[in-house]
């Protein structure tokens, strides 16, 4: 039961480097997220996608870029890295938001470490 | 601008106690709330949510309470176990848009025998 699983857990990039954070999920959700959480602070949100095709920006866009080519895989692209996207990087996903389940809410991945020197 | 607030960095009780987590928020268009559990190198998860329809919301050893007038929510687990070790993120929706949740910045609980 794999939930939602992102890669790579750690990495070190250089200023100016570019990588993708890999996010798949198993578990047929049409809602994805991309979370970044600094130290001291809560989990601020940077993408979204409500489906294949759909994505939105959310509180932290700048830096970032996203696609949605298929429902189970969501991207996280940084183009030009900066000391500032330090940071722990978390994919979710989630049902359509039903906010009369309380049970039907957002899972999350373990996480990704991102350090740029 | 901090919207939703958990001005606790960390508390310690002793196991067997009761453990109280605070949260407070701004935004009156905040109506549905919900508290996530943090492991260490693990995401969150879903602990318990409550609508602004309801007061109180109980699962076993969690209840949370909603104080809309005040803007306040709290988390009491009782009684405290030392499984309960982690850090607690508050959360809210707002009604105008249910594809966001807005974190509060986490209170660490220590849970000592």
């Known amino acids: 039961n794999a939930g939602v699983t992102q890669t790579p857990k750690f990495r070190i990039l250089k200023i100016g480097q570019s990588m993708t954070l890999q996010c798949t999920q198993d578990m047929n959700h049409n809602y994805m997220y991309w979370y970044r959480q600094d130290p001291g602070m809560g989990l601020k949100l940077i993408y979204y996608?409500?489906?294949?095709?759909?994505?939105d920006k959310g509180e932290v866009p700048n830096g970032y870029n996203v696609s949605r080519s298929t429902t189970e895989d969501f991207p996280l692209r940084l183009e030009l890295a900066a000391p500032s996207q330090t940071s722990v990087y978390f994919c979710a996903s989630s049902y359509s938001w039903d906010r009369g389940h309380s049970g039907n809410t957002i899972y999350f991945g373990e996480g990704s470490w991102l350090t740029v020197v | 601008d901090q919207q939703v607030k958990q001005n606790s960095p960390s508390l310690s009780v002793q196991e067997g106690r009761i453990s109280i987590l605070n949260c407070d928020y701004t935004n009156s268009m905040f109506d549905y709330f919900l508290w996530y559990k943090k492991y260490p190198a693990e995401g969150p998860t879903f602990l318990i949510s409550?609508?602004?329809?309801?007061d109180k919301n109980e699962d076993g050893r969690f209840t949370v309470f909603l104080n809309k007038s005040a803007k306040h929510l709290s988390l009491h687990i009782v009684p405290s176990q030392p499984g309960d070790s982690a850090v607690y993120f508050c959360a809210a929706s707002p009604s105008y848009n249910t594809d966001k949740l807005i974190f509060g910045t986490g209170t660490r609980l220590q849970v000592f025998p």
């Open positions: 409550i609508s602004s329809i309801k």
């Open positions: 996608s409500v489906g294949a095709g759909i994505t």
